[in-house]
T-cell receptor
Framework: DGGITQSPKYLFRKEGQNVTLSCEQNLNHDAMYWYRQDPGQGLRLIYYSQIVNDFQKGDIAEGYSVSREKKESFPLTVTSAQKNPTAFYLC?????????????FGSGTRLTVV | EDKVVQSPLSLVVHEGDTVTLNCSYEVTNFRSLLWYKQEKKAPTFLFMLTSSGIEKKSGRLSSILDKKELFSILNITATQTGDSAVYLCAGASNTGKLIFGQGTTLQVKP
């Protein structure tokens, strides 16, 4: 079955460490997105990529970095510069950069800074 | 600045009640309005609305978009405990960006 796989489901990080969240899709979608969700809040866009080797900052990109070297993969690195990284991270994809075909979400990664 | 605002933020009803969830949006180069249900982890897709005034239905759920007033509603009739979830509204631009609202937490009591 096609879909989006995020790993790991739970991640613990010590302060000052960088950590990378994985997102892989086998839907042959061009566009991929990273969102952050805090308790009681909606999803906020971190980064998005409409095509391989290209990506744009979302609304809360500070302290995060991404790469899009392959169509099926869009890893997110949470750097030590991110002041409050504890959150639920969701990856999504869409057929094209215009989102005409809707969006598919992964199951998320819950990151906790200890 | 693009924004999507949902109301109410939380709602408690009893089984059998009908609920209406509201979503207002301001999205540059607006393309569509989407509704999602989030129970534990990944949001699951409910509706995508692109045309004004055309109701979309799926079982007990229905939704409609008003592009003049920049507003959408999600109706759930004859609610069941399984409808308890966070309902997310999102505005999509033609650049592919999704801007989400804060979500409405619905609790349906037996």
């Amino acid at each position: 079955d096609g879909g989006i796989t995020q790993s790991p489901k739970y991640l613990f990080r010590k302060e000052g460490q960088n950590v990378t969240l994985s997102c892989e899709q086998n839907l042959n979608h061009d566009a991929m997105y990273w969102y952050r969700q805090d308790p009681g809040q909606g999803l906020r866009l971190i980064y998005y990529s409409q095509i391989v080797n290209d990506f744009q900052k979302g609304d809360i990109a500070e302290g995060y970095s991404v790469s899009r070297e392959k169509k099926e993969s869009f890893p997110l690195t949470v750097t030590s510069a991110q002041k409050n990284p504890t959150a639920f991270y969701l990856c999504a994809s869409s057929i094209d950069g215009q989102g005409a075909g809707g969006y598919t979400f992964g199951s998320g990664t819950r990151l906790t800074v200890v | 600045e693009d924004k999507v605002v949902q109301s109410p933020l939380s709602l408690v009803v009893h089984e059998g009640d009908t609920v209406t969830l509201n979503c207002s949006y301001e999205v540059t180069n607006f393309r569509s309005l989407l509704w999602y249900k989030q129970e534990k982890k990944a949001p699951t897709f409910l509706f995508m609305l692109t045309s004004s005034g055309i109701e979309k239905k799926s079982g007990r759920l229905s939704s409609i978009l008003d592009k003049k007033e920049l507003f959408s509603i999600l109706n759930i009739t004859a609610t069941q405990t399984g409808d308890s979830a966070v309902y997310l509204c999102a505005g999509a631009s033609n650049t592919g960006k999704l801007i989400f609202g804060q979500g409405t937490t619905l609790q349906v009591k037996p």
